[in-house]
């Protein structure tokens, strides 16, 4: 059955919903989910691309992901929280931060990625 996520930045500002896709949620221990959360991972959940929409103002940053082709960030512009992380690999799925999620409780994570590149003070859990 199709379930619907929403969420939103810190001010809520920003706010967003889709539908969930049926791909695993994962935690991902990139230089790139670092730099981009702050912490030393991101925490994600797919939301299916044609059904995601966002309310209110959102800023995207470009970046060449590690296959070499594009992927984006997006966050809001008031107040900084991230919200999205989309690529053109992946271009049927949106992936929205479990932190901006209404219900946090929702994400279950089930993939851990690139687990080589985490730093000593957040090490993943084995799976
Ligand atoms: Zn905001
Ligand atoms: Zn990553």
Do not use: N
């Amino acid at each position: 059955m199709a379930e619907t996520i929403s969420g939103g930045c810190k001010c809520g500002a920003a706010r967003y919903r889709g539908t969930l896709a049926d791909v695993p949620m994962f935690r991902c221990y990139c230089r790139d989910c670092q730099q981009l959360t702050g912490g030393g991972h991101s925490e994600m959940v797919p939301l299916i691309a044609e059904t995601f929409q966002v309310d209110g103002p959102r800023a995207e940053y470009q970046m060449t992901g590690g296959s070499g082709r594009p992927t984006w960030s997006s966050f809001c512009p008031t107040c900084g929280s991230p919200l999205t992380r989309r690529s053109e690999r992946m271009a049927h799925c949106v992936y929205v931060h479990a932190s901006s999620l209404d219900e946090p409780g929702r994400y279950t994570p089930s993939r851990t990625l690139h687990a080589d590149a985490a730093q000593p003070w957040d090490t993943p859990f084995s799976e």
